[in-house]
């Protein structure tokens, strides 16, 4: 494939797109039932498409952008329980927590405290956590889980030594959506000077809209050090915008640079030079737009849905559910099958499923709606009885 030499009408370059791009699932067709981001908000989109050339590693030029980045993040750190955290729209969970890690490792460093460079980490963390840890040069400890797929606490406090640097804490596990301790790992941190970092890429923006939720995560627990969250998951923000948010400014500093060179005049920057501000933007905008009461109505109804889907595959033979669901995501599992062949063959019904050696996960998003849930259901129930016998 080469660029043409001359340039193709608009026309004929959207047919193209529209004709090759159109065989990709789509949200809006109710198969996507295995992905952890959704349809962005329509409203979004727009802010979104209206502000693509603000760019946030230039701030001297696009001022009123960086004033908007942190009043996003004011936003998101009163929803965590922490209006003074400080931090960035990022690109998603793996820059986020990447940039935790390397604020913790920075940290230690520079008081001349080199040799602490293991973080204890959950098994059921997202691999992310591996490649942070190959960028950073640091250990990863990973930690067991119990049997309700949740880290185990008494394993946690085994492995600290004297070269721990940190705990990382889920919640909501990319596998089956499990909340891990948090108030504990909290307690074990403060007990040991240790930063605790939670990722809740995803059960961020579940957990605190739950109606009657008893699982605190934030930073509303003294440990807590740090929090990665995805606005672009059930936040409903265009992709990409993910946040990660810091209690103390003093550990955001460790991974600022002051870049002299730019156009607008010195900036402050962390990983990235060039960053999208209309992502800052959209997810600004999102959060105003749909506001708290919305967010519970979205999460409700996820949460209704997933519930319908777990009693129905309860209720089958030869498949069940690994754990009562926590928030809106479902694993299946089956004693009397291979689970495999069952993704296969909910593959082939044109469902989009996302396949773990135990167990299909089944993720229910606010794109999702009754009628889809009754004809995974419908085909859930035809293949057991007619092609997995």
Not at 110 to 130: L, M
Not at 134 to 142: A, E, N
Not at 270 to 297: F, H, M, N
Not at 367 to 379: A, C, E, G, Q, S
Request: aromatic share 6%.
């Amino acid at each position: 494939m080469l660029i043409p030499k001359t340039g193709l009408p608009a026309k004929r370059i959207l047919k193209e797109l529209n004709q090759r791009l159109g065989k990709d699932f789509t949200y809006d067709s109710g198969r996507i039932i295995g992905s952890m981001c959704t349809k962005p908000n329509r409203f979004a989109q727009s802010v979104y498409a209206k502000y693509l050339a603000k760019n946030l590693g230039d701030i001297g030029l696009f001022p009123n952008t960086a004033r908007i980045e942190k009043e996003t993040i004011q936003m998101l750190g009163s929803l965590l329980s922490c209006p003074g955290a400080v931090g960035n729209i990022v690109s998603g969970g793996t820059e986020a927590n990447i940039l935790a890690l390397w604020a913790f490792r920075n940290s230690v460093a520079q008081e001349g405290d080199k040799a602490r460079k293991e973080v204890i980490i959950p098994k059921s963390a997202h691999f992310c956590f591996d490649k942070a840890a190959d960028l950073l040069r640091l250990k990863l400890v990973k930690i067991p889980l119990n049997d309700k797929k949740s880290v185990s606490v008494n394993a946690v406090r085994k492995a600290i030594n004297a070269k721990t640097l940190a705990i990382i804490g889920i919640c909501g596990t990319t596998e089956l959506g499990v909340v891990d301790p948090i108030p504990e790992l909290s307690e074990i941190a403060l007990k040991n000077n240790l930063y605790l970092h939670i990722d809740a890429c995803f059960g961020g923006f579940v957990l605190p809209f739950l109606e009657n939720n008893s699982l605190f995560f934030d930073f509303r627990l003294p440990g807590v050090s740090s929090i990665a969250i995805d606005p672009h998951k059930m936040g409903m923000a265009p992709i990409p915008a993910g946040a990660i948010l810091f209690r103390d400014p003093e550990l955001y500093k460790r991974i600022q640079a002051n870049v002299n060179y730019l156009a607008g005049g010195e900036s402050p920057q962390t990983l990235l030079g060039t960053r999208p501000g209309a992502s800052a933007i959209a997810v600004w905008s999102v959060l105003k737009y749909i506001g708290i009461d919305g967010y519970k109505k979205i999460v409700k109804r996820c949460m209704e849905l997933t519930q319908r889907l777990a009693n129905a595959i309860d209720s089958m033979d030869k498949i069940s559910c690994v754990i009562k669901p926590t928030i809106n995501v479902i694993g299946i599992k089956s004693d009397f099958i291979d689970i495999r062949d069952l993704a296969s063959a909910l593959r082939r019904k044109g469902w989009a499923v996302a396949l773990f050696p135990n167990h299909i996960r089944i993720v229910i998003m606010p794109h999702t709606k009754p009628v889809h849930i009754n004809w995974l259901v419908r085909d859930l129930k035809n293949i057991l009885r007619k092609e997995l016998i």
